[in-house]
């Protein structure tokens, strides 16, 4: 999903963020809905404190996200710091093993890959990568619903996880209208800790 | 400064320090069972809630737009055990058909 990387650079460079900034930002925040956010809401209105409790919001959900790793993240905190920042939805799903426990060397290898591709396409971006046909033409946006629903077909085969997932889809749907991006993804996942503890109580 | 380097700094931290604190603050180390329990549930949920807002939301509003047409043929083949790849570039494809013909 790299290729997001190219159109990230391309509207930060128009938001007159210049070349290196967003580069920069692509290695240090690594969470591409956040900075197209940050950078769509600088853009477009100029609010710096706007621009950043939007791209809070968007990554708050990697607070439970980073809990639910870090017993299968060892090592000293620096080295578990900068393991937790190679977290992002997709290295995190395919590192699950359904269990509640992920797969440290599978969390690594897909969320370097997924780094190397999106800095490398922000750095193309900010150079002019024109040549390339627009993204929405291609589709890529319809990309990512299939990629998570694919990503979530291993992680149903229990009751409760069934029941989790159409939770977290209905507060997620009712929500979108009434909060601002994030929000829904975090009240999903209060949600599901919440529920569970319900359960095992 | 400018505001865009003001940006990268602070959207930076704030995403670093989010991503950092249950590794730091917890890492390596054994959760209680019932902590682990209701953090299992934590993935079907998140993901769930990604699917629907990947889709379905459109600057804080509900849409009904070409990717829903792209979900559902990609639900279609997660449903015939498709690889995640197939199912992608499937999705793509149809959600950029419809969107060239509508």
């Known amino acids: 999903m790299g290729l997001f990387g190219i159109p990230f650079g391309i509207l930060a460079r128009d938001a ?52 639910s790793v870090a017993q299968d993240l060892p090592g000293s905190w620096p080295k578990r710091l900068l393991l937790g920042q190679l977290v992002v939805d997709e290295s995190w799903a395919v590192s699950a093993r359904g269990d509640g426990r992920f797969d440290r060397h599978v969390l690594v290898a897909a969320g370097l890959l997924l780094y190397m591709a999106w800095v490398g396409g922000t750095a193309l971006g900010v150079l002019g990568a024109t040549v390339l046909p627009d993204p929405e033409t291609l589709g890529l946006d319809g990309a990512f619903p299939a990629l998570f629903l694919s990503l979530l077909a291993p992680h149903v085969r229990s009751r409760p996880a069934l029941a989790a997932a159409v939770g977290g889809a209905a507060i997620a749907l009712f929500l979108i209208p009434l909060t601002p991006a994030g929000v829904p993804i975090v009240a999903a996942s209060v949600m599901a800790i919440l529920g569970a503890r319900g359960t095992a109580a | 400064m400018s505001d865009g380097w003001a940006v990268v700094l602070l959207v930076g931290a704030v995403t670093i320090a989010f991503k950092g604190l249950g590794p730091v603050l917890l890492g390596g180390r054994q959760l209680p069972p019932r902590a682990a329990g209701a953090l299992s549930l934590l993935a079907p949920a998140v993901l769930a809630a990604l699917v629907v807002t990947q889709a379905f939301a459109a600057e804080g509003r509900l849409v009904l737009d070409p990717r829903a047409a792209g979900l559902a043929v990609a639900a279609i083949a997660v449903w015939r055990k498709g690889p995640t790849l197939l199912v992608v570039v499937i999705a793509a494809g149809v959600t950029a058909l419809v969107r060239a013909l509508t």
Not at chain 1, 16 to 23: E, K, N
Not at chain 1, 26 to 33: E, V
Not at chain 1, 35 to 64: D, E
Request: no cysteine; glycine share 12%; aromatic share 6%.
């Open chain 1, 16 to 67: 007159g963020m210049g070349a290196l900034a967003p580069v920069l930002m692509s290695a240090t925040t690594f969470a591409g809905s956040a900075q197209f956010a940050a950078v769509s809401v600088l853009g477009s209105s100029g609010a710096l404190a706007a621009a950043v409790i939007a791209a809070a919001l968007l990554n708050a959900r990697y607070v439970p996200i980073g809990v």
